[in-house]
């Protein structure tokens, strides 16, 4: 299975996916791109503070240090706002703009934003075309979608609205907002698509291994893949999937998961310091039976201190 020519690209996950996370999974995996968590958009201009929050690698030239570039995700329902904010995002430097279609948090879908708007075709239309117009024409689109919300019977519909308004990239994660993340993923509906020659499509959900990416790849007719569970619980996946590595073994994730906890501890964001690991931990014990056991031994813990002489333990 050779991939070479095949985009790879590191899913956006909603406090999960941070730009420490990144920083991390793009020094071990040859990702092509990384699209950020989302900035909600209401009815305003955001100021620029909000974009380097969320992507502080806006202030290096828009890429990790690893050299992957990054893509700030827009969501909300408002098409002029979104668009003035896309302005917005790239002049500080994204590489191209990412519109969320796809989200099924129920608060989001409770405002307009995210899933709910794969009810309304046309909005979506509204939208990417609106973002695509205010910017360049070298600037890309990409757009996130579901299958639909609660079936699939749009679902022609919907990709035919994101390919008429111009985007230049589909992602397509291949569940319905009411299927959340429940298994199955449907990959074999983005392969019936008659798009496939009109935008470059994205095949993402449910790949955790190379069964599944072959598996996947077959059914959606596309080689271009997003992964995000699955790299969070095997960490050099991306590195399986492309380049043909073996999957890391616990000796090498400790190394790894030590220098998360250095950069979260040092980060400004160290509050969060116990969320954040037992957040990975939870997908981490789905492949290393050591970090069912770590997570068990800090999972009621508070103390940083507490915490970090059981990751020794555990990881030495």
């Known amino acids: 299975m050779n991939l070479t020519?095949?985009?790879?690209?590191?899913?956006?996950?909603?406090?999960?996916?941070?730009h420490?996370?990144?920083?991390?999974?793009?020094?071990?995996?040859?990702?092509?791109?990384?699209?950020?968590?989302?900035?909600?958009?209401?009815?305003?201009?955001?100021?620029?503070?909000?974009?380097?929050?969320?992507?502080?690698?806006?202030?290096?030239?828009?890429?990790?240090?690893?050299?992957?570039?990054?893509?700030?995700?827009?969501?909300?329902?408002?098409?002029?706002w979104l668009a003035e904010n896309a302005v917005r995002a790239i002049e500080l430097g994204s590489n191209g703009i990412d519109l969320n279609f796809g989200c099924p948090a129920k608060t989001v879908n409770k405002n307009k934003g995210g899933a709910v708007l794969l009810k309304s075709p046309e909005t979506i239309y509204q939208i990417v075309s609106n973002?695509?117009?205010?910017?360049?024409?070298?600037?890309?689109?990409?757009?996130?979608?579901?299958?639909?919300?609660?079936?699939?019977s749009l679902f022609s519909e919907i990709v035919d609205a994101v390919v008429q308004a111009g985007a230049d990239l589909l992602t397509v994660h291949a569940r319905t907002k009411t299927q959340g993340y429940r298994p199955p993923a449907y990959w074999k509906l983005i392969g019936q698509l008659p798009h496939h020659s009109k935008?470059?499509?994205?095949?993402?959900?449910?790949?955790?291994?190379?069964?599944?990416?072959?598996?996947?790849?077959?059914?959606?007719?596309?080689s271009h893949l997003m992964i995000g569970r699955g790299v969070l619980?095997?960490?050099?996946?991306?590195?399986?999937?492309?380049?043909?590595?073996?999957?890391?073994?616990?000796?090498?994730?400790?190394?790894?998961?030590?220098?998360?906890?250095?950069?979260?501890?040092?980060?400004?964001?160290?509050?969060?310091?116990?969320s954040r690991l037992k957040q990975w931990l939870r997908y981490l014990k789905i492949q290393f039976p050591q970090a069912e056991q770590l997570f068990s031994a800090i999972k009621t813990l508070k103390d940083k201190d507490d915490i970090v002489r059981q990751i020794d333990y555990f990881t030495k």
């Open 20 to 80: 420490l996370m990144r920083e991390l999974l793009t020094s071990i995996n040859p990702f092509d791109l990384c699209i950020t968590e989302f900035v909600r958009i209401v009815d305003s201009l955001l100021p620029e503070r909000v974009f380097h929050r969320l992507s502080p690698e806006l202030a290096k030239g828009g890429k990790t240090q690893s050299g992957v570039p990054i893509r700030i995700q827009l969501l909300g329902q408002d098409a002029n």
């Open 199 to 222: 935008i470059k499509i994205v095949a993402n959900g449910e790949i955790w291994n190379l069964t599944d990416v072959q598996n996947c790849i077959e059914q959606s007719n596309t």
């Open 5 to 18: 020519n095949s985009q790879l690209i590191l899913a956006p996950m909603e406090g999960v996916l941070d």
């Open 233 to 274: 619980a095997l960490p050099n996946l991306g590195a399986v999937i492309k380049d043909g590595a073996k999957p890391m073994d616990w000796a090498e994730l400790s190394v790894l998961f030590q220098k998360y906890c250095l950069l979260e501890l040092q980060g400004e964001n160290s509050f969060y310091f116990s």
């Open 131 to 152: 973002v695509k117009n205010s910017l360049e024409r070298h600037q890309v689109v990409s757009v996130k979608i579901r299958l639909g919300f609660d079936s699939t």
